[in-house]
C-alpha cells in the first residue's frame, strides 16, 4: 500500500472525537470545513533515516520522508498546519557540527508553521538559540517562560493566530522546569512560570479576546509522570476550559492514536505525542459544520 492511500485508510478507520461541545453521540451536521493538523517532537537533530539493521527503529524516520508524507498531505487538503513540539536539537553529528543552523533551515524548507522550546533547545545555550533564529522561517511560541531579561527577549511569542479557510486557530506553547534538566548557565536569567495558570490565561484570551474557533496547545512538559502534581499533558488537559487538542514532547511517548481526556467543562480534549527522532508524523483532521462545532479524528504515521 502506498503512503497516500495508508494515509486516507487510516484517518478512515480513526473513530471520530466530538469536540466543541458534542458528544460522541451527538448529531453532527454536514461537514463545511476540514483542517489538518500535522506535528512532530522530540526529533533531536535526527535529519538522516536510520540504518537498516538498528535494533529498534530499522529504516524508520529521515527529513527527506517526512517533506515528502507532508507535501502529499498538503495536496490532499491545502488547509493544513505543521507544528513541533520541542527538543528540535541536540542527538546527532549534525547538532555537534552546525549547532542547529541545519535543523532550522531544513524545517522552514518544510514551512513548518510553529515550534515550541524544549529542554535540549539550549543545549548551546541561550545565545547559541538566538545565533539560530535568523534560520528559522517559522513562529517559536512559549507563553511560561519569561524571557525579558535575556537575549531572547522579543524572539518568542506566547501564541499566535492562523485563520484557515475561516476558521481562527489560537496555538500557545508551554515548556518544562528547566532547573535540573539544564544547567544554569545555558538558560541564564530564563524565568519559568507556572504552567497551568499560564495555559488558562492563554486559552482563556485566545477563546475571548481573539475568538478562536480551535485552541492547540505545544507542550514540551511530557505526557504523564508517576508524580501527577508534576505538571503533565493528561492532567493539564482535565484542568483547562478552551484547549481542544494538545501536541505533546519530552517524554518520548509513542501513542497510535491521541488519548482522549475530559476537561474542566465536560468537553473532550485531545493529546497527542508521536515519541521521538521524526519516526512518526501525528495528523489530527478537525471537521466542521456550519456552526462551527466540530469533531475530530487523529493518527500516527511511520514516516
Not at 77 to 94: E, K, M, V
Not at 270 to 293: A, E, M, P, T, W
Amino acid at each position: 500500500m502506498n503512503r497516500r492511500k495508508f494515509i486516507k485508510n487510516t484517518t478512515a478507520s480513526s473513530a471520530l472525537v466530538g469536540l466543541g461541545g458534542l458528544s460522541l453521540s451527538s448529531c453532527f451536521g454536514e461537514v463545511k470545513k476540514h483542517i489538518t493538523i500535522l506535528h512532530t517532537n522530540d526529533v533531536h537533530s535526527h535529519i538522516d533515516p536510520f540504518p537498516t539493521d538498528h535494533s529498534e527503529f530499522p529504516n524508520l524516520g529521515g527529513l527527506a520522508r517526512r517533506a515528502s508524507l507532508v507535501d502529499a498531505i498538503r495536496k490532499e487538503n491545502p488547509n493544513t498546519l505543521l507544528f513541533d513540539a520541542g527538543d528540535i536539537f541536540q542527538g546527532t553529528p549534525y547538532f555537534n557540527f552546525y549547532g542547529g543552523e541545519l535543523e532550522f533551515k531544513l524545517m522552514s524548507m518544510l514551512n513548518y508553521d510553529a515550534a515550541t522550546i524544549g529542554n535540549h533547545d539550549f543545549d548551546n545555550g541561550i545565545d547559541g538559540l538566538l545565533a539560530q533564529m535568523p534560520n528559522a522561517n517559522f513562529e517559536m511560541i512559549n507563553a511560561n517562560y519569561d524571557f525579558r531579561n535575556t537575549v531572547m527577549d522579543g524572539q518568542v511569542k506566547p501564541y499566535k493566530t492562523y485563520t484557515v479557510d475561516g476558521i481562527k486557530i489560537g496555538v500557545y506553547g508551554l515548556g518544562i522546569e528547566l532547573n535540573g534538566l539544564v544547567t544554569k548557565k545555558l538558560y541564564k536569567e530564563t524565568q519559568y512560570l507556572e504552567p497551568l495558570e499560564i495555559a488558562q490565561d492563554t486559552e482563556r484570551a485566545l477563546k475571548n479576546e481573539e475568538n478562536c474557533d480551535l485552541i492547540v496547545c505545544l507542550s514540551h512538559l511530557g505526557y504523564e509522570y508517576k508524580n501527577k502534581q508534576k505538571p503533565q499533558d493528561v492532567t493539564m488537559a482535565a484542568a483547562l476550559e478552551h484547549t481542544d487538542l494538545i501536541i505533546g514532547g519530552h517524554t518520548h511517548t509513542f501513542l497510535d492514536k491521541p488519548t482522549i481526556i475530559e476537561n474542566k467543562l465536560g468537553r473532550n480534549v485531545l493529546v497527542n505525542q508521536v515519541g521521538c527522532f521524526g519516526i512518526n508524523l501525528g495528523r489530527i483532521d478537525f471537521y466542521f459544520d456550519g456552526s462551527k462545532n466540530s469533531n475530530a479524528s487523529g493518527v500516527s504515521i511511520n514516516v
